[in-house]
């Protein structure tokens, strides 16, 4: 039987292993009896729309450590978009030049790497192929520093940004506890509906700080009076207080409680805007101590010289999966990664059907999260310390990483 060819592309937000997942469909295809070639398509969906697709198979070819250089590399290879497809039955037109695509690559799998939002994209286009009857399978592979996917213990990405932030709260805590002053610091960290990166901040406690004092996640109304309250005690008690806030903290009727209301992106969120710069105004005001807000902000989805080496190797395996369970026939499904135990770490790789994920969210657990509603308890630290675990190790020159270059995407800049 001839071979066929299938596309993988990525989009949404970047992470430090979705590198190393599209590294892991690459390696999958080229061990592949099913497959002949991978094309690589550029700034995700978007780039079979515009015909922009490159040769995976051959540039893996013609560059013996390619794929060893792009499991290490942040951001995205392919480029990224956050490109919203009509439902079909409102407008199919991008559907049928989709498929038609498909068909002149002589496509017979389409594997997509992201988060929520690259879910609801898997979900149209599997609904739409059922519909025409196509042989096509499309399988969704995740990624999202904000681990807020379903059906899977966490996400590729997520593991690499909790170990970059937890060893920034280590170091800021080193910073700020030299002076022997009142002060607040307030450190901002991405999570608009689900708090497990900021969670992820309590990793830095040890033997000699138990810096962050506080945790605030978006799964709890945020009461400001009972975070001066907060703040008070803790004043009260010691000179230096570390704060840990997600960016996406909601009042008591559910709104931000910094946002924009007129600014939305192409999916309808709303855009944030500081809620660390937002406190940091209100406790100097009610207290008139020294404050100082910190917002990681894109720093900790592309720290790739302090990835995980555990978030990379799953990563990869994921990758390798979807092709596996593509030539089995899989489609509509994305693949997942299903804790066995803590101690000793183990999980196991499988799927999910795309119906049970896209447009869905997983947030913290309520008995995962102290009652007073600003800290976390113990049963998320065991969660999350096995997924920091391990280096990654980059390869270093004159002094910097070597990193997969990109001059493939600066067309588009």
Request: proline share 4%; charged share 20%.
């Amino acid at each position: 039987m001839k071979q066929r060819n299938c596309i993988v592309a990525q989009s949404g937000g970047p992470t430090v292993a979705i590198n190393a997942s599209l590294a892991g469909v690459i390696s999958g295809v080229a061990e592949s009896s099913v497959y002949h070639t991978v094309y690589g398509s550029l700034n995700g969906i978007l780039g079979i729309l515009n015909d922009e697709l490159i040769n995976l198979t051959e540039l893996s070819k013609e560059q013996p450590d390619f794929l060893e250089c792009l499991a290490k590399t942040p951001a995205m290879f392919l480029g990224s978009c956050r490109h919203k497809l009509p439902h079909y039955l409102d407008d199919d037109s991008s559907y049928v030049f989709l498929f038609q695509q498909f068909e002149t690559y002589e496509i017979d799998a389409f594997f997509y790497i992201g988060g929520n939002d690259s879910m609801d994209t898997v979900l149209k286009l599997s609904e739409y192929g059922k519909k025409i009857g196509s042989p096509i399978r499309i399988i969704g592979i995740p990624k999202t520093v904000d681990n807020d996917l379903c059906m899977t213990d966490h996400t590729p990405g997520f593991g690499s940004a909790a170990k970059y932030l937890a060893a920034s709260l280590l170091e800021i805590a080193h910073d700020t506890f030299i002076y022997a002053v009142k002060s607040v610091t307030i450190v901002e960290i991405m999570g608009r509906d689900a708090g497990w990166l900021t969670a992820a901040a309590a990793l830095a406690r040890n033997e000699y700080s138990d810096a962050p004092h506080l945790i605030y996640l978006p799964e709890v109304p945020f009461d400001p009076e009972d975070f001066l309250l907060d703040v008070k005690r803790l004043l009260f008690e010691r000179n230096n207080i570390v704060i840990a806030v997600s960016e996406g903290l909601r009042d008591v009727s559910g709104n931000y409680i910094s946002a924009s209301e007129q600014s939305l992106d192409t999916f309808g969120h709303k855009q944030l805007s500081g809620v660390g710069k937002t406190l940091e105004f209100f406790v100097k005001e009610k207290l008139g101590v020294k404050v100082r807000s910190v917002e990681i902000n894109v720093l900790q989805r592309c720290a790739a010289h302090l990835a995980s080496a555990t978030d990379l190797q799953e990563a990869a395996i994921l990758g390798k999966k979807a092709v596996a369970l593509s030539e089995e026939g899989v489609t509509a499904s994305m693949v997942t990664i299903n804790r066995i135990s803590n101690t000793p770490y183990q999980v196991e790789y499988g799927y999910a059907e795309i119906t049970h994920i896209a447009n869905e969210a997983k947030s913290v657990p309520e008995e995962w999260i102290s009652p007073n509603g600003n800290d976390v308890e113990q049963p998320l630290i065991d969660y999350l310390t096995p997924l920091i675990q391990g280096e990654s190790h980059p390869t270093y020159k004159n002094g910097l990483p070597v990193y997969a270059g990109i001059s493939h995407l600066l067309k588009y800049q």
